[in-house]
T-cell receptor
Framework: NAGVMQNPRHLVRRRGQEARLRCSPM?????VYWYRQLPEEGLKFMVY????????ESGMPKERFSAEFPKEGPSILRIQQVVRGDSAAYFC???????????FGPGTRLLVL | KNQVEQSPQSLIILEGKNCTLQCNYTVSPFSNLRWYKQDTGRGPVSLTI?????NTKSNGRYTATLDADTKQSSLHITASQLSDSASYIC??????????FGKGTRLHILP
């Protein structure tokens, strides 16, 4: 049973471009969470999704950021018109139900030039 | 306000020594508390999960304690190894499904 997969592992974008981060949860997990971690900082919750539904997006910036978890395929975190402050590690986690112990992916490190 | 405070912020110890990391929380209503280990450049990995009624839980050389009255938890690492060098994150779940992360303690084990 493969763990949580994230790709790409590293992503470099210029200011104003779009960044798409993908997360494939563990097999059998229908709950996905996205977190952002700045250097030397703790994890910050962004959004919690179930298949085709956003359950809690209270941690996600209102502009430029969006997330989806379609019926088929990975969850996508999309950042439009990236700015330097978006540079961070973005972690995805999944769980089989509710907010049970979450299994984290290796993260995507986004660098905005 | 729901908060999770960890101390110390960072810690350096010699290989083979024991250490204890602290976590204080002001989360209400409390649901459970987890300790995660995050190696540099990787995602966090769960070490222990404790509910209100549990006050001690072990996972190998890691022992977590929970005092729900004082809202404190500790993670004790016995006979530290170089591979224990990592950030240790305390995470508290509230009854309303919110999850609050501490900023972590960065532990460095020296040979």
């Amino acid at each position: 049973n493969a763990g949580v997969m994230q790709n790409p592992r590293h992503l470099v974008r210029r200011r104003g471009q779009e960044a798409r981060l993908r997360c494939s949860p563990m097999k059998g997990h229908s709950h996905v969470y996205w977190y952002r971690q700045l250097p030397e900082e703790g994890l910050k919750f962004m959004v919690y999704l179930q298949k085709e539904n956003i359950i809690d997006e209270s941690g996600m910036p209102k502009e430029r950021f969006s997330a989806e978890f379609p019926k088929e395929g990975p969850s996508i975190l999309r950042i439009q018109q990236v700015v330097r402050g978006d540079s961070a590690a973005y972690f995805c986690a999944s769980s089989p139900w509710g907010r049970e112990t979450q299994y984290f992916g290796p993260g995507t490190r986004l660098l905005v030039l | 306000k729901n908060q999770v405070e960890q101390s110390p912020q960072s810690l350096i110890i010699l290989e083979g020594k024991n250490c204890t990391l602290q976590c204080n929380y002001t989360v209400s209503p409390f649901s459970n508390l987890r300790w995660y280990k995050q190696d540099t450049g990787r995602g966090p990995v769960s070490l222990t999960i404790m509910t209100f009624s549990e006050n001690t839980k072990s996972n190998g050389r890691y022992t977590a304690t929970l005092d729900a009255d004082t809202k404190q938890s500790s993670l004790h690492i016995t006979a530290s190894q170089l591979s224990d060098s990592a950030s240790y994150i305390c995470v508290v779940s509230a009854g309303d499904d919110k999850i609050i992360f501490g900023k972590g303690t960065r532990l460095h084990i020296l040979p």
